[in-house]
């Protein structure tokens, strides 16, 4: 059957937006309508395709407003694209605000569409924190007619902090296959100054206090390796922070700064291991993308990471905080390739669990069932 899919996420860098634009155009690809109707082009969406309509959102600038309205223009704009091209679903990404802004929308608009909406932490590990949110978070998924969270640690989290008679499908991420894949490109490595023996961690996120690079670079600087490079990808609030503690730490020599990066699957793969020691991680879909490339991961026990990462399988999961433990567990991925190979293998082959064939299909099962109810 096919559908008018409307879609609601951050365009810009983070995981949530990766899935949310990764799976529109998987379903633009199975013959799908699929609406985009966001801030701005979501990021990895940068191929033509006949199925997919990008929708504006423009913020007013009326000088009256002292914060503009983006949650009830969204809503107005969902309105109008759901009478101009009679969507049969909405996809929000987050309850907070896009499952409230879709329910706003659809109520403007006098239709009963079904919404489906997917949790991907934040909305509820730290906007649940916040007793006046609460009912916002609530509102948005009383209103949704499937909810969908990208992790078992995320559905019993909400139903825990939000309400306990929700109903919740564990839909895990995916990535692109074609793109997150072994490769090899050394003159990539010898741009970044790396050479043949240089040993090579690389750390991705937004650099928000949540994603504890304080401790990436703690455990990094503990560890007893010849030739230690630390890779950092990415940018947000704590850059100069983060700049200022690897001077004070004297690893400028050892630090590279990759800055923000649209597709990561080549730095991926010019690197020996992979960590994120998180303090909070629905899901860690970088730790699915390093898998996916060949390279192990150390990660947090936050979250969703160790259903990524099963300890001792793909890489090794540390508690959270235990600097000692993830030197240790870096340590050993880079000094004994055997050890190397044999969680290279067992990533490789557990990747294919997260394979995006199926979960596109779990998703498109979800929206069919919705429409026919
Ligand atoms: O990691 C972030 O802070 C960004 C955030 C986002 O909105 O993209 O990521 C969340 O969604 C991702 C996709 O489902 C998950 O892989 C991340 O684990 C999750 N982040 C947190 O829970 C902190």
Redesign the pocket.
Known sequence: MKLRIGVLC?PSV??????ATELGMKLADRGHDVHFITSSIPFRLNAYHPNITFHQVEINQYSVFRYPPYDITLASKIASVIEAFGLDVIHAH?AVPHAVCAALGREMAGRKIPIVSTL???DI?VLGEDEELKPAILYGLRQSNAITA?SDSLRRETLERIAPDLTINVIH?FIDESVYKPQADSALRERYGLNATDRVVIHV??F?Q??RIDLVLEAFKLLNVPNKKLLLVGDGPLMGAMRRLVSEMGLEQNVIFAGKQEQVAELLSISDVHVLL?D??????VALEAMATGVPSVVSDA??LPEVITDGVEGYVVARGDVPGATAALEAILLDPELHAKLRAGGLKRAGQFASHDIVNAYEHLYEQVVHR
């Open positions: 951050y983070g995981g949530s937006g990766i899935l987050y991907h932490g934040t590990t990208v991420n996120s937004n928000r949540v994603k998180s909070k991680e629905a899901f860690g879909l979250g969703g």
